[in-house]
């Protein structure tokens, strides 16, 4: 059964909070030039007290500076003037029937502000597997067609704090902590960002953010782990690998461009002849570490045996896995899902074909949590300075 949990009590912020750093979210060599600059702590003294500051904020969870205990007081509290380790809050909490949980998240400029912003989380409970799915974006560029996070106006980039503190808070909720399980099995074993936005549109704050939660010595998420979803922004794939490491996903959903054109407007610019280019170039491509296609089954659009047959000619050059898509229904959507035999016989010719071809099974629905249905209340102008560059 659903369960909503409103949790607007929970939004209150000490005197003066938004006046200060957050402390997650910095790498280790702005840390290092920060606190150098700062003169409160001995030079001899800071790469310790990074380490601890690290090990504190991200194996701990701690969300208090004046919890760090092998840190003298004095210092603890010139920290606590400049930084802070408060998380945004959590509006509401829903909890499907099948176990996933979708938090709508208050940023900062929500907090005693009811025009403010709001993103959602979601997490997957799967046997051992957890899955956490991050949004990099209020709202949304790209208008794909068939997607409820595309009916929302782009508001703006998340920063890297606002991406990493969807992990940190979801640990939270989870008590999902090493310091409180110092055994067990972790429940958030993998990341994607597949949430709201182009994660590739807002590349810096999520390669800095993927970066820290893969940190051995910090999160501890491996990239093996951590998939990027992108739409096919073409000029940024190569640093998706060159850069963060982490593994590829590219919603595909049509083997036409006249069709690719009005699922996934960005087509236009970067048509899939040029976006199957740069995953055949994509660096360090192999068997081992296959890009993964997403392909959401629309009833009499993209899902006949032709469109199956001609998708394995032109993947047969790509070490390739095939997520398909049961179209998840959203208020207002122009498409229906199609039928499950349509869809199972579609997964033959692929399977048939050599290739992985898993037919994901509907996590979250009867929360709009489920793939394609993320959209917060967030509504602004759209910012074209965020695309300009691409």
């Known amino acids: 059964m659903e369960q909503n949990i409103n ?10 909070i938004h006046n200060l750093n957050p402390l997650y979210g910095m790498s280790r060599e702005d840390l290092l030039s920060n606190l150098s600059s700062l003169d409160i702590i001995p030079n001899k003294q800071i790469p310790m007290r990074i380490k601890q500051l690290w090990n504190w904020t991200y194996v701990n969870g701690v969300d208090d500076i004046n919890s760090m205990q092998n840190i ?33 998240i208050a940023l900062e400029d929500k907090l005693g502000n009811s025009s403010g912003n709001e993103i959602e989380t979601v997490y997957i409970p799967d046997g051992k597997r957890g899955t956490l799915c991050l949004s990099s974006q209020i709202g949304c560029t790209l208008n794909c067609s068939f997607c409820f996070t595309g009916t929302q106006k782009l508001v703006r980039n998340l920063s890297t704090f606002e991406i990493l503190s969807q992990i940190l808070i979801a640990r939270d909720r989870l008590d ?33 953010a993927l970066l820290i ?31 963060i490491g982490v593994m590829l996903a590219i919603s595909l959903h049509s083997v036409s461009d006249e069709v690719r054109n009005k ?58 896995k095939i997520n398909i898509i049961p179209f998840n229904p959203w208020p207002g ?38 793939c394609g249905q993320l959209k917060s209340s967030s509504e602004r102008i759209r910012s074209n300075k965020i695309i300009n560059e691409f």
């Open 72 to 104: 003298s007081k004095p210092i603890r509290d010139k920290l606590q003037d400049i930084y802070t380790l408060h998380r945004p809050k959590i509006v509401t909490e829903q909890k499907s029937s099948d176990g996933t949980i979708k938090w709508l």
């Open 7 to 16: 949790l607007n009590n929970d939004i209150s912020l000490s005197e003066g």
């Open 213 to 243: 939660a893969s940190d051995g010595d910090g999160l501890a998420i491996s990239k093996r782990r951590i998939t990027l979803s992108t739409s096919g922004v073409v000029p940024m794939i190569e640093r998706v690998a060159t850069e």
């Open 263 to 320: 699922l996934v407007p960005i087509n236009k610019k970067y048509p899939i002849k040029e976006l199957l280019k740069a995953c055949k170039n994509f660096p360090g491509l192999k068997n081992s570490s296959r890009i993964t296609f997403e392909y959401v089954m629309l009833k009499d659009i993209n899902d006949s045996e032709y469109d199956a047959k001609k998708l394995v000619k032109m993947l047969e050059d790509i070490p390739s």
């Open 176 to 208: 999902d902590w090493h310091k409180n399980n110092l055994n067990a099995q972790r429940k958030i074993t993998n990341i994607v960002m597949m949430g709201m936005g182009e994660p590739l549109y807002n590349f810096e704050a999520v390669k800095n």
């Open 333 to 370: 959507s122009e498409y229906k899902c199609s039928d499950s035999k349509q869809i199972k016989k579609f997964a033959d010719i692929l399977n048939n074909a050599g290739f992985s071809s898993p037919i994901r099974r509907p996590r979250g629905s009867d929360i709009m949590a489920a």
